[in-house]
DNA sequence: ACCAATTTGTTCGCAGGAAGAACAAAACGC
DNA sequence: GCGTTTTGTTCTTCCTGCGAACAAATTGGT
């Protein structure tokens, strides 16, 4: 039960049903791959008439393609369709605050190259060495297939509209047209979002395929902060400042440590690395020595791991410390939002057999009906890059999105 | 940017076009009556052709009426449309703890009776009783139209699809099918819903016309206890076990004091109207005695109202520290969602000029933006019903509502 | 009083595309 | 080779958006 906002509406047309239409079995052919003509009619409920005219637009488009021909125990043997994905390439750009990743992958996520340098602070010097690798990798591997545009991810507020990246604390940027820049000096399409938002849409468009196609969910980011993605009805949550999902800085205690945001009690401030390593060294964290002396001692979280994994018992205790507090953060996710699923990304999850129990307990004991208890928390193992991976969904999903309409 | 569904979604036919010009076109003429067609085509942007053939269906449907000439400075007068309301009528009900309300109204909002009775807690007696005065208020009333459906709020997690409600601790119910019941004892369509969302769908339906068309926005209630309802993208947010919006028992501090839930420290246990009360008597709240004490005295949330207008400096305090933690949990809000707006009902709304500076200053200390800390918070003045106004929308918004496609 | 101008509302013909039936093609077993 | 079965294409029908032409209603100027 959708409201019609009778500002900005958008009338339907003759060919409205058949762009409609059109997703739904690209679609299909995404999830389904390798799948018939026939099997797309019977699946959509429709004649194979109406397919093959659908498809032989789609195969014209170059979106996706005929394979082999399948198999059946009797009659004549169908030709099996697929998305095309192989020869089509996204460069996906993390800006973090330390480094600078950039890598070529095609549609469907497989990686073709990665590199990273130094974070370069200002925009425009950063634009220009984007585009020089940019250039290098179009040029590179230019046999592979053609790159259809650029996806950035950035730390920080994104018109995801004007593509302006409207406030990023970590970078010092404020009201920055970094998109329009490097569109200037590639001649490629940008594409820029928020880091957990991307994440999300990295769990939307590229997880498992044929999943139960989850469409509440949130995706929680663990690392120097905490961020969180949410997806409500099939559909990221912006928010109308751009400000959306960010339950770091909700105050779990008024009275706890201090967090960067200059605020008390943060949930950022008791489960990101920071505040982890600080625990383990006994350190409060926001006294700007206190966090000075966590950077000096040069010990990160991945330290604080290797530790409890060696016996050291303190570091345990530091982490199921933050588990707990992961936990009772979650829960309020829980409670405020009812998703289908969390799933939970950054450092955090290597170290997550030493912390479900004590997350599992924190939700069990705020979470306000058994179901909602058993709410699904689902660690994202490291080292797939998930906010690359939002990088590229941020070019491809705009192909297989459903049409905006009403 | 929304997702297909590959397992749930729906074709476009024929006919998908015009029904979602339909529907664009009634939602105009709502929000701008009374118009004439050819303003209509200006709106819509397309021939006047078009207008006149919708418009000549939803006349024959009754879902728009012709009014009177407009006036014209030049030319042919236009003759009017309006939306059929007011012989178009709804029972709405709202079940609370002691009492139930009864109203019947037309489309519109509009009041033609009111009637409450102490609320049955037994499923079968109550629908029994419903019934009667269904049929009681449907026969009087007769000339003044057709009842086209009950709407009713009850308090407590609702499945909107099968009606059942699946658990309400007020009530006591646990997976009830009133719904059925009613609609056999009746012979009306019935729609059951949750509270908090029951005031947002309020809000977002028979809020003031032409307005925004805010789409993203929080409707908060404070009562006895504390609960949202959230709307994302012009679509409530019922969560995937039916228990989103429960902000009420998200901690704001481990150590405090109990809730009612059991848990400690939930926004509930500081800003109820409860709450409220035991503060300003120095009780306790939890611990069931401390409850029991607070009945006894006979004191209300009114009551410490009151005495707080009147000169207590203690009645005052207690009232404006309920505001600064309801500021907290806005902020909450705010930092987790970021609508354009947050309403806030219930009977704090009659303190708001004691509590307001409270409340700002509350959410500005906790806002991550300067925007987000001017988020505007509405306080939605008392005696104007919001739940049986959210019970007249579930049976009205329907016909308004966007076709689902794709 | 009549005519031009202007605006509203209706009708009509064209064309895009869903829907379904008929038809062609391909494979298998007898 | 021939019937059977399944896949994929083509063709006809009909709904409906869309633009153009037309009818109706009103005002102001001559």
Not at 61 to 78: C, F, H, Q, S
Not at 90 to 100: C, G, K, S, Y
Not at 169 to 186: C, H, I, K, S, Y
Not at 192 to 207: K, T
Request: net charge neutral.
């Amino acid at each position: 039960m959708r409201k019609i906002n009778t500002r900005d509406f958008k009338l339907a047309t003759r060919s409205t049903p058949r762009e409609i239409n059109r997703q739904i079995l690209l679609n299909l052919v995404r999830d389904h791959q390798p799948v018939s003509r026939a099997d797309l009619a019977r699946r959509m409920g429709v004649g194979r008439g109406m397919v093959t005219s659908l498809v032989s637009e789609l195969l014209a488009e170059g979106a996706i393609l005929e394979g082999d021909m399948g198999d059946a125990p009797r009659g004549r043997k169908p030709t099996m369709l697929h998305v095309r994905t192989r020869d089509r390439l996204v460069v996906a750009v993390d800006v973090r605050f330390t480094r600078t990743f950039v890598m070529l992958s095609d549609f469907d996520g497989t990686q073709l190259a990665l590199e990273t340098f130094e974070t370069v602070f200002e925009p425009a010097a950063l634009v220009e060495e984007l585009a020089a690798r940019v250039h290098r990798l179009v040029g590179g591997y230019g046999a592979a297939g053609a790159v259809e545009g650029i996806g950035m991810v950035v730390p920080g507020m994104v018109d995801r509209r004007t593509g302006r990246i409207l406030n990023s604390p970590q970078l010092g940027w404020r009201d920055v047209d970094v998109r329009g820049d490097l569109e200037a000096a590639t001649g490629l399409p940008v594409h820029i979002e928020n880091a957990p938002i991307a994440c999300a849409l990295a769990q939307m468009w590229l997880g498992q395929r044929g999943g139960d196609g989850a469409a509440d969910f949130v995706y929680v980011t663990v690392s120097d902060g905490v961020g969180a993605g949410v997806v409500v009805n099939g559909q990221v949550v912006r928010g109308h400042g751009h400000t959306a999902g960010e339950f770091g800085h909700v105050p779990l205690d008024p009275e706890g440590p201090y967090c960067l945001c200059g605020a008390r009690g943060c949930w950022e401030a008791y489960t990101s690395n920071l505040a982890t390593v600080a625990r383990y060294l006994g350190q409060d964290l926001a006294p700007e020595q206190g966090r000075r002396a966590v950077k000096r001692l040069g010990i990160g979280f991945d330290d604080v791991v290797t530790r409890a994994r060696t016996g050291d018992a303190r570091a345990r205790a530091a982490l199921q410390e933050t588990g707990r507090y992961l936990g009772l953060g979650l829960a309020m996710i829980v409670n405020a939002l009812n998703p289908s699923r969390i799933f939970v990304g950054g450092e955090v999850t290597s170290a997550w057999d030493l912390i479900e129990e004590q997350v599992r307990t924190a939700i069990s004991e705020r979470a306000l009906t058994p179901a909602a208890a058993r709410s699904p928390i689902i660690p994202e193992q490291a080292g797939t890059h998930p906010r690359l991976r939002g990088a590229i969904a941020l070019v491809a999903a705009p192909l297989f999105a459903a049409p905006q309409v009403a």
